[in-house]
Structures are given as C-alpha cells and as structure tokens.
C-alpha cells in the first residue's frame, strides 16, 4: 500500500462553477478547483506536493522548512503523524524560541513535530551543504530526508503536474496564488495544447519566474507550458493581508458560500476579480482558480 493509497485523497478534486457578475458582465466564466477539498489534514497543493517526497523518503525522518505560519510545515507534520515516520521542522526565527507557540506551530508540536528555531541570518543559507549537515546533526538527523521550503522540489513538481492534466480541456487559463513556484511549475507542465497557467505571487521581489524555471528544468530537463506571473497582489508580501482584503474576501464567501483563505486564495481571487475588470481575459474564456488552501 503507498502512501497516497493510505492518505485517501479525493482525487481529481471537484471543478465548482461560481457565477459572479464581475466575470460575468465581461464574458468571462469562473470555475474554482477545489483542492482545498483534496484531504483535511494534507489540503491542496501541500498533498499533491508532499506525497511524492513521502515515498522518496520510504520512512526515514523528514526535516524540511517553513516559517512560523507555516501551512507547509503543519501538513509535514500531520503526514508524519497520519504515517508513522518522523518530522522535524527547522522555523526561521530564533527569537520565537521559548515564547508560546502559535495556533500553527502548535499543530505541529501535536502531531510529534520537532520544532528547532534557527536565527534568519542561518535559515537564509540554509541549503548550504555545511550549514544543512549543521541542521541535521543537531537534530539528530543525520539520515533525514530533506524536504525544501514550501515543499517546491523536483517530485513535487511532477506530482504537481496532475492538476494541469485534470484540468486539460476545461479552461482556457488556470490561475493559481504562488509561494515557492513548485506547483505553477507542474501545473503549466500538465495542461493542453491553448492553454495557460497564471501564477499570483504572494511574495514581492520579482525572483519567482527564475525560480520557476529552475524547478522545470529540474524535473523535466526544461521549461513546459504556457504561464506567466502577475505581481500585482502581493499586498505586501508573505503573510501580509489589509482590511480590504479582508473586506474582499469576507464578500467573496457571502456571495459564494466558500470559504476563503487569506494568506493565499483570497490575494488569486482579488486579482482575477481585478484583471477581469481590467480585460486582461477575453470575452468567452474560462478562468480556473486553483483553491489550494
């Protein structure tokens, strides 16, 4: 039995028409992907992408990456918990060792996360060799499988890829929030021929389109698909939100009944809304929003 036969995952997860006057009224028809439906514990891309590495890692511990809202390290965890093998999660900041965990670290502390806190000076050079061997001895892991931030590696593109392939033939464009780039990598590499993946970052700096790439030539010897990134609803970057996000996605969820999550979703959705109104999309299309959270 692997471990996606054991995670039970709803797969392929449900393609939910939503009408909204603000497509409507230009034409434009708006699907929601729900892989926020896919597994309570492992929701979205966090399933799609953490399963491949689970079976890579074939029960060794995992120690992998995230900071301290992480909802990649909660997922770790609860697959940790949900399988029986190990989890350690390295947190960027040190400062929060010995203060009170948050609702989401507490999460992974109760599913047998071990948390260690490194300085952000260290967590930025964190995949450097010295300073990974570093991380791992002092864990006591030293025959850990490491699993990257956000969990963007090359298995986790191609399990990504799956999403592009349940997807072909049902839309015209597939939008998709953007942390580390793994899943529009293997999104874009899944869909058909006239189709295109849209990326939103929820990050600013304008690095995510050579990271992307990078990650599609590591699983597929170079770049697949048609996508592109708007970098426009970052809202300030990581885990930064406004009241008129707030506002936007409180709206959304009155008019749709689905909830929105704000870190990620509600800046795609936001976005779409915008460049609707702005006819970045073409009178006729279909636009797909992922739900990866």
């Keep these: 039995m692997t471990s996606a036969d054991i995670l039970t995952p709803r797969l392929p997860s449900p393609l939910q028409e939503v009408r909204d006057d603000r497509f409507a009224r230009h034409g434009v028809r708006l699907l929601l992907k729900r ?5 309570p514990d492992l929701i979205g891309n966090k399933w799609r992408k ?42 960027r900041g040190e400062e929060l060792a010995g203060l009170p965990l948050n609702p989401s670290l507490a999460r992974c502390a109760a599913d047998g996360m071990r948390l260690r806190f490194i ?7 964190k995949a450097e060799p010295e300073v990974l061997d570093a991380l791992l001895r002092a864990a006591g892991a030293e025959d850990a499988y490491v699993v990257p931030e956000g969990g963007s590696n090359a298995a986790a593109v191609r399990g990504c890829r799956a999403l592009g392939e349940e997807l072909r033939g049902r839309a015209d464009v597939v939008a998709l929030a953007c942390g580390t780039g793994g899943t529009l990598a293997g999104t874009a590499a899944g869909l058909g021929p006239g189709q295109r993946a849209l990326g939103v970052p929820v ?44 506002a936007f996605a409180e709206d959304f969820e009155e008019r749709h009944g689905v909830g929105v999550e704000r870190l990620y979703v509600a800046k795609l959705l936001y976005g779409l809304v915008e460049s609707a109104g702005e006819g970045v999309f073409r009178r006729g299309q279909t636009v797909v929003a992922v739900m990866t959270a």
């Design 119 to 125: 300085d952000r000076s260290t967590y930025r050079r």
């Design 203 to 246: 990050l600013k700096g304008g690095f995510l389109g050579r990271e992307i790439g990078r990650l599609q030539d590591e699983a597929f010897g170079g770049r697949r698909g048609d996508w592109s990134l708007d970098e426009r609803f970052h809202f300030g970057g990581y885990g930064r939100t406004t009241p008129e996000l707030h």
């Design 35 to 39: 892989d926020d439906l896919i597994h």
């Design 50 to 91: 953490l399963v491949p590495n689970i079976e890579a890692a074939a029960g060794r511990p995992v120690l992998t990456f995230g900071g301290a809202y992480s909802n990649h390290l909660r997922a770790t965890a609860a697959a940790g918990r949900l399988l029986g093998f190990p989890t350690v999660g390295v947190v």
